[in-house]
């Protein structure tokens, strides 16, 4: 059985790691599995569920190549989506993980496996977790039964609950380097999107994992979605924005589009870079860094950091379900402040 983990060799190591814990017979109730946004932390959670419910789990570990054999009841029923002991929790309708949802999880956890030997819960996005949620989650991390694997999903630099990671053993998951990560995603990208395979295709596909980070699967959605055009629209409203160019509201308006989550996510890479720059280091976005440059040349490196902790703290406020406009406001003032005649008039 062929499996996602396959196909990306940088989570090789973590799985490796998994098929040594079985065969020591170490496998951990809960594992958290931590990464960047789109470096495959739900591949690897999907593939880790796929082998525990295996019928034949035993040669599986005993094998090479330590993957599900494809063949018994199990494999058929993941195959097609729908074996009952794998259970999937993520936000809905929200963007956070409610109390209800996990007391429906605990629920699951403590019943009896409909088909397989094991139940597997899979969290996704941990660190989104309301306060109730994340305690009724640890009193069935504090008493779990014995045929229940949870997998908690987290992305890096979401923080949850102390109590909730003591009680796992941490997946770290790394980002591949560029060529890996080149190469996954060519294998990848829809024949569609593929256009006529010219040089132009390549600039494209090396955008838009630079813009990812290197995480190939958001570098994926980035080319299928509309986030690079949205992007560069909420770019070039940002240059003219810090140049007194354009209004507040009318700067704004490309983030909002980009919604709470992506504008953020755009705005913690542009201070992750001005902050890169203050130090002398290249920055991850090229298209950007004529601004940050200029910026970084007149404030202190501290700045930037003001700015990812303004980030941290409108992601935080998202749980209240804040207006993405009034944030993009509130931040682009905050990056205006950096512009050196701005500061002068204060």
Same mark, same amino acid.
């Given at each position: /059985? !062929?499996?996602?983990?396959? $196909? /990306? ?51 599986? !570990? ?19 989506? $729908? ?28 019943? $009896?496996?409909? %088909? ?24 069935? &991390? +504090? +008493? ?6 949870? &997998? ?7 923080? !949850? ?30 024949? #569609? ?6 040089? /132009?295709?390549?600039?494209? @596909?090396?955008?838009? @994992? ?14 299928? #979605? ?15 924005? /810090?140049?007194?160019?354009?209004? &507040? ?16 996510? =755009? ?9 890169? =720059? #203050? ?30 902790? $303004? %980030? ?9 379900? %804040? ?24």
């Amino acid at each position: /059985m !062929i499996t996602a983990i396959d $196909s /990306m060799p940088w989570l090789h190591t973590a799985w490796n790691q998994l098929i040594n814990n079985l065969r020591n017979d170490r496998l951990p109730h809960a594992l958290l599995v931590a990464g960047e946004r789109g470096v495959g932390k739900g591949d690897y959670a999907e593939a880790v569920a796929a082998l525990l419910v295996c019928d034949r789990l035993a040669s599986a !570990i005993a094998d090479s190549r330590s993957a599900p054999c494809g063949q018994c009841k199990q494999c058929e029923l993941v195959a097609a989506g $729908s074996h009952p002991d794998i259970r999937r929790y993520a936000p809905e309708k929200s963007r956070m993980i409610k109390v209800d949802q996990v007391r429906a999880l605990s629920a699951f956890a403590v019943a $009896s496996p409909q %088909v397989s030997h094991r139940k597997i819960v899979i969290v996704n996005r941990s660190d989104q977790l309301n306060i109730n949620a994340a305690n009724a989650l640890l009193k069935t &991390l +504090e +008493e779990p039964s014995d045929d229940v694997t949870l &997998l908690l999903l987290q992305e890096t630099g979401r923080p !949850i609950l102390p109590t909730l990671r003591s009680r796992c053993q941490t997946v770290t998951l790394p980002t591949p380097d560029f060529a890996t990560g080149l190469t996954w995603l060519q294998q990848h990208i829809p024949e #569609g999107n593929s256009g006529q395979g010219g040089a /132009m295709d390549q600039e494209h @596909l090396v955008q838009a @994992l630079r813009l990812a980070g290197l995480a190939p699967r958001l570098a994926l959605d980035y080319l299928t #979605g509309d986030f690079i055009q949205q992007r560069q629209t909420a770019l070039d409203a940002f240059r003219r924005f /810090m140049k007194n160019e354009l209004s &507040l509201p009318e700067a704004a308006k490309p983030l909002k589009t980009l919604g709470l989550d992506g504008s953020l996510l =755009l705005m913690e890479k542009w201070a992750a870079d001005l902050a890169r =720059l #203050g130090v002398g280091a290249d920055p991850a976005d090229p298209e950007a860094a004529e601004m940050l440059r200029y910026l970084a040349k007149h404030n202190p490196p501290w700045r930037a950091h003001e700015l990812l902790s $303004s %980030v941290r703290e409108s992601r935080a406020a998202g749980i209240n379900n %804040v207006s993405p406009e009034l944030e993009a406001e509130r931040l682009l003032m905050q990056w205006q402040a950096l512009m050196p005649r701005r500061r002068r008039r204060a």
